[in-house]
């Protein structure tokens, strides 16, 4: 296919389906070629900027997606958590450098991946604490607030010093105090005491 046919499947599969985001091996039927040929005519799009790759396999039209979005592409099982959830909530006023995920698996080829969107930080944890959110794929403000202050324990570093709180009162104390039984102890007291929550 030509480099204008290619721009013109993947706005028209946008536009049409809203699907943003394609794997190699889908891109390869659609060109009715090997994944080898596939991969040849891939690195000639992205010179010439119709395609842009943004995962091991996973591309899509340049500047177009989000990282919710690409998330799941790159760990079905991962959600986006911490310090990038409370800044997606309007709970901290910095920009996270990294995008901070959740996820039961282990990623053995890389824990930190680079893509066009920026540094996706996957952390490995284990039920309780892992707990997807039942929509969508960004973790509620509450839950947030407990993943950051468990990440930045575990980090060994202080949650107050990285950042900066602000309408920390928008959280559902129930809520908060329900989902802190999940957590170890000191992450409990580390928000009561320290945070003043409740």
Not at 4 to 33: I, M, P
Not at 109 to 114: D, E, F, G, T
Not at 187 to 193: D, M
């Amino acid at each position: 296919m030509k480099a204008r046919d290619w721009s013109r499947y993947l706005e028209e599969q946008s536009r049409k389906h809203g699907k943003l985001l394609f794997k190699n091996t889908e891109l390869a039927n659609v060109a009715r070629t090997t994944i080898g040929s596939l991969n040849v005519e891939l690195s000639r799009l992205r010179k010439y900027g119709v395609i842009e790759r943004y995962g091991r396999g996973v591309y899509g039209l340049p500047g177009i997606t989000s990282p919710e979005i690409l998330l799941p592409e790159l760990d079905s099982h991962a959600y986006i958590t911490g310090g990038s959830a409370l800044f997606f909530h309007n709970l901290i006023s910095q920009v996270p450098v990294q995008i901070t995920s959740f996820t039961d698996r282990r990623h053995g080829n890389a824990r930190v991946r680079m893509t066009p969107m920026g540094s996706f930080r996957f952390v490995s944890v284990r039920v309780p604490i892992y707990a997807p959110p039942e929509d969508g794929v960004i973790a509620g403000p509450e839950q947030a607030l407990c993943d950051f202050v468990y990440l930045s324990r575990r980090d060994g570093t202080d949650p107050n010093t990285q950042v900066s709180f602000r309408n920390l009162d928008r959280i559902p104390l129930p809520r908060l105090k329900d989902l802190l039984n999940h957590y170890p102890g000191t992450v409990g007291r580390q928000i009561r005491e320290e945070m003043g929550l409740f």
